[in-house]
């Protein structure tokens, strides 16, 4: 049986950079981070007692005979790739899925390392990151960049630099700890309670695209300012806080589904009880809101916020890991 506990991330900067579309033709970077709330995914080999050969439990459950008849396209196109057969796998989650936070390239990461080790490899993050692109990306075809899968896979705060040649590259930011605490004590995050299908917002953003390439080259230009406050200590880092409401102005002319009247009002409440910016966390839509709140105005942001679900946090740096690992031995049927 494998256990893994994969983290799930918030992008303050950059995002839509790390769309292969954009970035093989201007380059593109995000920064992020990843946090302590984790989607775990449990793998071990089905014993041969039912009639079923495969027993799937996410937000459904699927007991299935074939490979080919799992509904789940990311389980069923991982476990095609990786050759996987009778496979018993549960998904369980601190937050909820489609909410902005990268969960599906969580639960990819996941399920590929729980895989991989149920096989008895090691495989190490980069190529557990490349892996979870190429499931998402190509496999099922599912629109959207390339952030999440490395954020899950290399967890911490960092620079993710992707290149025109179709390579990135990840780079820690170097802040020091007591203000990287300042930080995280800094930020609040909300629940909206609205969920949306990332690709299903990237698919209606894409509209237009070609009109929205000036702003993602300024969304992209920020991530180097931002990096700048963070990795110096002389520098006020309230400025992130105010650069995080240029990023988000900037992100809300990239397209008509990244933000609604709802979620706009409960952004301009947040400002008007002190926050100095934020920004929704993902495609957009709904899911989380993130405010960046000096502590003296935050009982006040926390007041105008109070009828959604405030969810504390931590930074965490691990990415995704195998918690528990017991082999298996398996035979494939017909070798017995």
Same mark, same amino acid.
């Given at each position: 049986?494998?256990?893994?506990?994969? #983290?799930?991330?918030?992008?303050?900067?950059?995002?839509?950079?790390?769309?292969?579309?954009?970035?093989?033709?201007?380059?593109?970077?995000?920064?992020?981070?990843?946090?302590?709330?984790?989607?775990? &995914?449990?793998?071990?080999?089905?014993?041969?007692?039912?009639?079923?050969?495969?027993?799937?439990?996410?937000?459904?459950?699927?007991?299935?005979?074939? &490979?080919?008849?799992?509904?789940? #396209?990311?389980?069923?196109?991982?476990?095609?790739?990786?050759?996987?057969?009778?496979?018993?796998?549960?998904?369980?989650?601190?937050?909820?899925?489609?909410?902005?936070?990268?969960?599906?390239?969580?639960?990819?990461?996941?399920?590929?390392?729980?895989?991989?080790?149920?096989?008895?490899?090691?495989?190490?993050?980069?190529?557990?990151?490349?892996?979870?692109?190429?499931?998402?990306?190509?496999?099922?075809?599912?629109?959207?960049?390339?952030?999440?899968?490395?954020?899950?896979?290399?967890?911490?705060?960092?620079?993710?630099?992707?290149?025109?040649?179709?390579?990135?590259?990840?780079?820690?930011?170097?802040?020091?700890?007591?203000?990287?605490?300042?930080?995280?004590?800094?930020?609040?995050?909300?629940?909206?309670?609205?969920?949306?299908?990332?690709?299903?917002?990237?698919?209606?953003?894409?509209?237009?695209?070609?009109?929205?390439?000036?702003?993602?080259?300024?969304?992209?230009?920020?991530?180097?300012?931002?990096?700048?406050?963070?990795?110096?200590?002389?520098?006020?880092?309230?400025?992130?806080?105010?650069?995080?409401?240029?990023?988000?102005?900037?992100?809300?002319?990239?397209?008509?589904?990244?933000?609604?009247?709802?979620?706009?009002?409960?952004?301009?409440?947040?400002?008007?009880?002190?926050?100095?910016?934020?920004?929704?966390?993902?495609?957009?839509?709904?899911?989380?809101?993130?405010?960046?709140?000096?502590?003296?105005?935050?009982?006040?942001?926390?007041?105008?916020?109070?009828?959604?679900?405030? &969810?504390?946090?931590?930074?965490?740096?691990?990415?995704?890991?195998?918690?528990?690992?017991? #082999?298996?031995?398996?035979? #494939?049927?017909?070798?017995?």
């Amino acid at each position: 049986m494998i256990i893994t506990k994969t #983290p799930f991330r918030m992008s303050f900067f950059g995002g839509g950079t790390d769309m292969e579309s954009f970035f093989r033709e201007y380059g593109g970077a995000v920064l992020s981070t990843t946090f302590d709330k984790y989607c775990y &995914v449990t793998v071990r080999h089905l014993p041969r007692f039912f009639d079923f050969t495969t027993h799937l439990t996410y937000s459904k459950m699927e007991y299935v005979k074939s &490979v080919e008849e799992i509904k789940h #396209p990311a389980i069923r196109n991982a476990m095609k790739m990786l050759d996987m057969h009778e496979i018993r796998l549960i998904y369980e989650a601190d937050l909820p899925a489609r909410s902005g936070l990268g969960t599906s390239s969580s639960f990819a990461v996941g399920m590929l390392n729980a895989f991989y080790a149920l096989k008895g490899k090691y495989v190490d993050k980069r190529k557990l990151a490349d892996k979870a692109i190429y499931l998402e990306r190509v496999l099922c075809q599912e629109v959207g960049g390339w952030q999440d899968q490395i954020a899950a896979s290399f967890g911490g705060m960092n620079r993710i630099e992707f290149y025109k040649d179709g390579t990135y590259d990840v780079r820690p930011i170097v802040i020091h700890p007591e203000r990287k605490q300042q930080l995280n004590d800094n930020l609040l995050i909300f629940f909206t309670g609205f969920t949306r299908f990332s690709s299903d917002m990237q698919k209606a953003n894409a509209v237009g695209y070609t009109e929205k390439v000036k702003q993602l080259q300024e969304i992209y230009s920020l991530v180097d300012e931002a990096e700048k406050i963070l990795e110096d200590n002389h520098s006020d880092l309230d400025d992130f806080g105010r650069l995080l409401d240029v990023t988000w102005m900037l992100k809300r002319q990239t397209g008509g589904a990244i933000t609604t009247n709802s979620i706009d009002i409960l952004y301009e409440k947040g400002i008007a009880a002190g926050a100095l910016g934020g920004k929704l966390l993902g495609a957009g839509g709904g899911g989380f809101l993130l405010f960046y709140v000096q502590p003296e105005k935050q009982k006040a942001v926390m007041e105008a916020m109070k009828d959604l679900l405030y &969810v504390p946090f931590r930074f965490e740096d691990s990415g995704t890991r195998v918690i528990h690992y017991i #082999p298996e031995s398996y035979t #494939p049927k017909g070798m017995v």
